[in-house]
Structure formats: structure tokens, C-alpha cells
């Protein structure tokens, strides 16, 4: 199957800070990259959806200016989280599409985010 | 509006007990896809499978079966002799067509698995 890889796993960073996570697409060319959210023992909560050269979609109530999202090319995609608190600790996790088959997402193994 | 429904938020049984995983799905359209992911504790998601909503054959893989029936808008998932190592929440999900660009995938809130030795 199509494999998705992301760095780091694990990031412990101070409030005020910001941190990218890279998402990257391994065997496949991958046009659409998704970055979600995942608090302990909840459900996925898409966060946005972004395709290779365009700027990302957010969803309803997530801050744009807070996670950037870069998907400078058809292999990667990254998210900033910029300014972090406490409340953005969470697990991050991409998923991608590839061309020609879009009905389809592959994960990622997530990031988890701790802010102090 | 699509929804997915997994009323059972956690199941624990013995190793080699079979079990099932309900999930209910709600959706206007008529062409959609279904898709079961786990999530073992190291947290990466794996893809388990997906069906079309025009086909309602039920599918075996190994120990892994999913029947699904439109009649009851559901899609279950069976484990069979489970083992310790199908310990993870599992997570049902549906996408509709899309007006343009990808599927999106509802997600249900999960069903943590537990399987004791």
C-alpha cells in the first residue's frame, strides 16, 4: 500500500514557539495532503486539505494563521503550528491521496505535539 | 450530512473470542464509500478496507470479515479468534461524492478494542 511518513513523532516545545511538522508521501505522487487533529480517546477532526501548488482549505474554526500549511510539492506537505500553547498540545496526523485515485487516504503515524 | 455511528466504545474479550464492531452509517447519497482503519496504540492509522456503495458483497480477509447491508445502513466489522495483537480502536468512516476535488471522510469516535490473553 501507499506509505506516508512524518517527523518527528514527537515534539515537546515551549509555549510561544513555533513547530512544522513535515508530512511526506513515500511511493506515490500524492495531489491531495489532509492534516488532522486527534485529542486522547476522540475521533479525527479534519483540520485542512491542501493540493500540491494551491493554497490549503481550513475548516470551520480552525485558525489559518495559526496552522500554515505548505504543500510546495507532490511528495510533501507541512504544518506549521506557529505561536503554540498548552491547548494545540495534540496528535497531528496527515493523510494523503495519490493521482488518479482519490477515494482513498493513507495516514500517516501522527505527531504528537506537547506544549509547556 | 453524513454521519457515522459507532455505539460501542469499547469492547474487551479473550483471546480467540470472536467480535464484532457495529457502525451505522447516515448519508443522502447514493454512491459513497465505507472504509474500517485501526489505530494501534503506536497511533498510526492503517487501512483496513473500503467498499463502494454498489457493492454489497460481504468481504473476508484472513481472521477479518465486514458485512455490509444498505437495508440497515451499516457496516460491520467481525473478528474472528481475535488475538492480542488486534488490541486498537477501530474506527468506521464514509465518504460521499465529492462536489470537486477529494473524498473527505467522516469518521465515527471509535471503538477501542481490547483483546486479554
Known amino acids: 500500500g501507499a506509505v506516508v511518513s512524518q517527523h518527528p513523532s514527537r515534539v515537546i516545545c515551549k509555549s510561544g514557539t513555533s513547530v512544522k511538522i513535515e508530512c511526506r508521501s513515500l511511493d506515490f505522487q500524492a495531489t491531495t495532503m489532509f492534516w488532522y487533529r486527534q485529542f486522547p480517546k476522540q475521533s479525527l477532526m479534519l483540520m485542512a486539505t491542501?493540493?500540491?501548488?494551491?493554497?490549503?482549505?481550513?475548516e470551520q474554526g480552525v485558525e489559518k494563521d495559526k496552522f500554515l500549511i505548505n504543500h510546495a510539492s507532490l511528495t510533501l506537505s507541512t504544518l506549521t503550528v506557529t505561536s503554540a500553547h498548552p491547548e494545540d498540545s495534540s496528535f497531528y496526523i496527515c493523510?494523503?491521496?495519490?493521482?488518479?485515485?482519490?477515494?482513498?487516504?493513507?495516514f500517516g503515524p501522527g505527531t504528537r505535539l506537547t506544549v509547556l | 450530512a453524513q454521519k457515522v455511528t459507532q455505539a460501542q466504545t469499547e469492547i474487551s474479550v479473550v483471546e480467540k473470542e470472536d467480535v464484532t464492531l457495529d457502525c451505522v452509517y447516515e448519508t443522502r447519497d447514493t454512491t459513497y464509500y465505507l472504509f474500517w482503519y485501526k489505530q494501534p496504540p503506536s497511533g498510526e492509522l492503517v487501512f483496513l478496507i473500503r467498499?463502494?456503495?454498489?457493492?454489497?458483497q460481504n468481504e473476508i480477509s484472513g481472521r477479518y470479515s465486514w458485512n455490509f447491508q444498505k437495508s440497515t445502513s451499516s457496516f460491520n466489522f467481525t473478528i474472528t479468534a481475535s488475538q492480542v495483537v488486534d488490541s486498537a480502536v477501530y474506527f468506521c468512516a464514509l465518504s460521499e461524492l465529492p462536489q470537486g476535488g477529494s473524498y473527505i471522510p467522516t469518521f465515527g469516535r471509535g471503538t477501542s478494542l481490547i483483546v486479554h490473553p
Open positions: 467498499r463502494n456503495s454498489f457493492d454489497e
Open positions: 493523510s494523503a491521496t495519490g493521482t488518479g485515485w482519490t477515494d482513498t487516504q493513507y
Open positions: 491542501s493540493n500540491e501548488g494551491s493554497k490549503a482549505t481550513y
